[in-house]
């Protein structure tokens, strides 16, 4: 069975720091990775989602790096806002079917 | 077609009851899923759909759980005989079958008292 671990379980940081959030899986046999950002009591909105063959994949101040053979995924927020203020999923997809594997996500807290 | 969207948002009821839930997905997605999220934790894997027909249940969906598709459009989601352990998030997420990103909707808070 897939496990999924995201450490930090939580961060604060203040305004303009970047953010560091790491995520690890335990079966390296993956579809892709997705990054989520979830607001309180709200469903999920997809960041980036990276393939397993790419090793990395951007988007505006977002950047997620991807080591498929480490079981590693990283993802970098640039020049943090109190608007990136949320909890951030990982989830990987099953190479057979796609369902999804979450993580406990980290709880980001951006201090004006 | 703005996105997947559920129905309703918020459900509370007594220990007992049965309750329904409605995911319409995005307009000709063939993929449905369902996911349960409890506080503080990712949301689990129940069960998905290719068009009408369920593919896969998690070990997490019990007898009491139900989950149907007709016509391959819209799902329900039914839980009978309620238990306090059932008070979670239910997600539903759809996707075409040639993309990899699953697009999901705002959830239904379900409290069980």
């Known amino acids: 069975k897939q496990e999924v671990t995201q450490i930090p379980a939580a961060l604060s940081v203040p305004e303009g720091e970047n953010l560091v959030l790491n995520c690890s899986f335990t079966?390296?046999?993956?579809?892709?990775l997705q990054w989520f950002r979830q607001d309180p009591g709200k469903g999920l909105t997809s960041l980036l989602l990276?393939?397993?063959?790419?090793r990395e994949q951007t988007s505006g101040r977002l950047n997620a790096s991807l080591d498929k053979s480490s079981g590693r995924s990283t993802l970098y927020i640039a020049a943090s806002q109190p608007g990136d203020s949320a909890t951030y999923l990982c989830a990987v997809s099953s190479l057979y079917d796609y369902k999804l594997s979450f993580g406990a996500g980290t709880t980001v807290t951006v201090r004006a | 077609d703005t996105g997947v969207s559920q129905d309703p948002r918020h459900k509370i009821t007594k220990r007992g009851q049965n309750v329904t839930f409605r995911c319409d997905p995005i307009s000709e997605h063939n993929r449905l899923y369902w996911y349960r999220q409890t506080l503080g934790q990712g949301p689990e894997f129940l069960t998905y759909?290719?068009?009408?027909?369920?593919?896969?249940k998690s070990r997490l969906l019990s007898d009491r759980f139900s989950a149907e598709r007709p016509k391959g459009s819209f799902s329900t989601l039914e839980i009978q005989r309620t238990e306090q352990g059932d008070s979670a998030m239910y997600l539903c997420?759809?996707?075409?079958?040639?993309?990899?990103?699953?697009?999901f909707g705002p959830g239904t808070r379900l409290l069980v008292l």
């Open positions: 079966d390296s046999a993956i579809y892709n």
């Open positions: 990276i393939q397993s063959s790419q």
């Open positions: 997420a759809s996707r075409l079958r040639r993309e990899e990103t699953q697009y």
């Open positions: 759909f290719q068009n009408e027909a369920q593919l896969e």
